[in-house]
């Protein structure tokens, strides 16, 4: 596609619940990761795929959190048994693989846990 | 566990004026982006500086990289209410190519 789309864009959940977001990045970007970003905070980095494969998956808060990426594409962000704490906006970012690529982002999806 | 501090960390001024942004890490990077970020979007890259010392114009913005690629500014000149947002460094860890994102500057630019 021409940017990275993300869905839903907004996604408010009860407490408790499981929630899945999606991101589907720009069309050969290799590379994908996700971010979360509370409310007019900085960017918490939560996992990058190379590939199907996690390298990193280090920034993810709890066991709760789990993402997988599949055909190399499209990529789901899962959060079981949601808490109030997990409301933020859920960044996606593409990019190429290699040192001095740039990473593209997606609208997010804002997810409010009630 | 690398961080890239960012500051000011708020910055209200009027149109016109001139400011800068600063972002600094104890740790070396591949390469550095600037973002800005609007109220219900995602960061939108405004530049890549790669090469230490180097320095990049974008209009009335300059970027600067440092000669060791540890910190980096930007410089708004002449300030408009269309720069309004949030601003976020991102340095790229040259290992594991994770993007490694600033504590933000929020920019407020008053007509």
């Known amino acids: 596609g021409a940017g990275v789309s993300q869905s839903p864009s907004n996604k408010v959940t009860e407490k408790g619940k499981d929630v899945e977001l999606r991101c589907d990045p720009i069309?050969?970007?290799?590379?994908l990761y996700w971010y979360r970003q509370s409310l007019g905070q900085g960017l918490e980095f939560l996992i990058y795929?190379?590939?199907?494969?996690?390298?990193?998956k280090s920034g993810l808060p709890s066991d709760r959190f789990s993402a997988e990426r599949t055909g190399g594409s499209v990529s789901t962000l899962t959060i079981q048994r949601t808490q109030q704490e997990d409301s933020a906006v859920y960044l996606c970012?593409?990019?190429?693989?290699?040192?001095?690529?740039?990473?593209?982002f997606g609208q997010g999806t804002r997810l409010t846990v009630v | 566990t690398q961080l890239l501090e960012q500051s000011p960390q708020f910055l209200s001024i009027q149109e016109g004026e001139n400011l800068t942004v600063y972002c600094n890490s104890s740790?070396?990077?591949?390469?550095l982006q600037w973002y800005r970020q609007e109220p219900g979007e995602g960061p939108v890259l405004l530049v890549t500086?790669?090469?230490?010392?180097e320095v990049k114009k974008l209009k009335r913005l300059t970027f600067q990289f440092g000669d060791a690629r540890k910190d980096s500014s930007l410089h708004i000149t002449a300030a408009q209410p269309g720069d309004t947002g949030l601003y976020l460094c991102?340095?790229?860890?040259?290992?594991?190519?994770?993007?490694?994102f600033g504590t933000g500057t929020r920019l407020k630019v008053l007509a």
């Open positions: 500086v790669v090469t230490g010392g």
């Open positions: 069309s050969g970007h290799t590379a």
């Open positions: 970012a593409s990019s190429l693989q290699g040192p001095n690529t740039e990473a593209f």
């Open positions: 991102a340095g790229r860890d040259s290992g594991t190519y994770k993007y490694i």
């Open positions: 740790s070396v990077f591949s390469s």
């Open positions: 795929f190379q590939g199907n494969s996690a390298p990193d």
